[in-house]
């Protein structure tokens, strides 16, 4: 839950009502419980050893797949694993680059996916390059209503909430198209991991498990966004509790 929902609903509203705190309390109780599942997770597969570092497999990964111009660098902080596009590098934590685990090789192999995707020209990847955009207009919007809103200076009368509900779906949307994006490079990192030969059966297994509990991040997220997102539109169609 952000201020600025919380805020849109204390002003949509006299009150805040029950239907509001139901969606806000489960998608909470979700990602918590997604969140803590991928912890455990992660914590045990780190500590399950493979022959290559993340970095390793990274490069390995991009080079079977033909892919020359993607470097491979460390970036600081944890879960700050990520490809860039624009730069052509995958970015992965100071902890997946230099360990060689289970944990470690899933990460990479899952941001070496989207390099894939991106030399492939995957459809779901190009949408949400082309959205990145407009999602950065209406996130920057979100957190000016928001500020205004904490000083008095936004009332949300009907066009307001029109225009909030607006810049909140694209938000939505955009939760949406990553997961087909997320679920594939995962598909494809487990591909290259079995045919690669560099993790056995159990480990396979256990990398599997651990993205999928990264991707159900995704999920959480994305099915709690459409429920704010359906609640605040009943509220600008004239619907109550």
């Known amino acids: 839950m952000t201020s600025a929902t919380l805020l ?15 969606i806000i309390g489960a998608s909470m109780l979700v990602s918590f419980l997604v969140s803590n599942t991928l912890k455990r997770r992660f914590n045990e597969y780190s500590q399950i050893p493979i022959r290559l570092t993340g970095a390793q497999i990274a490069e390995a990964m991009l080079r079977q797949n033909g892919i020359m111009d993607v470097s491979v660098i460390s970036t600081p902080g944890r879960l700050t694993d990520h490809y860039d596009p624009l730069s052509k590098t995958v970015n992965l934590s100071e902890d997946v680059y230099a360990s060689n685990t289970v944990a470690a090789a899933a990460v990479a192999a899952h941001e070496c996916g989207h390099a894939v995707q991106h030399q492939q020209a995957y459809s779901w990847l190009a949408l949400r390059s082309k959205l990145v955009p407009a999602v950065q207009l209406s996130t920057n919007l979100l957190n000016y209503i928001m500020m ?25 949307l955009f939760a949406f198209v990553t997961l087909p994006v997320e679920f594939d490079a995962s598909r494809r990192a487990l591909a290259w991991l079995e045919s690669s030969g ?13 993205l999928f509990w990264a991707a159900m991040t995704y999920v959480a997220a994305a099915i709690g966004s459409l429920a704010q997102l359906l609640y605040f539109l ?3 169609l004239g619907r109550r509790d």
Do not use: C, N, R
Not at 8 to 22: E, N
Not at 148 to 163: A, E
Not at 199 to 204: D, N, Q
């Open 8 to 22: 849109v609903a204390q002003q949509a509203l006299p009150h805040i009502s029950a239907t509001y705190w139901i």
């Open 198 to 210: 560099l993790a056995a059966s159990m480990e396979h297994e256990k990398a599997k498990s651990a």
């Open 148 to 172: 205004l809103s904490l000083f008095g200076m936004v009332y949300f009368g009907p066009t307001m909430l029109w225009i909030y509900i607006a810049l909140f779906g694209m938000t939505t």
């Open 234 to 236: 009943s509220l600008a």
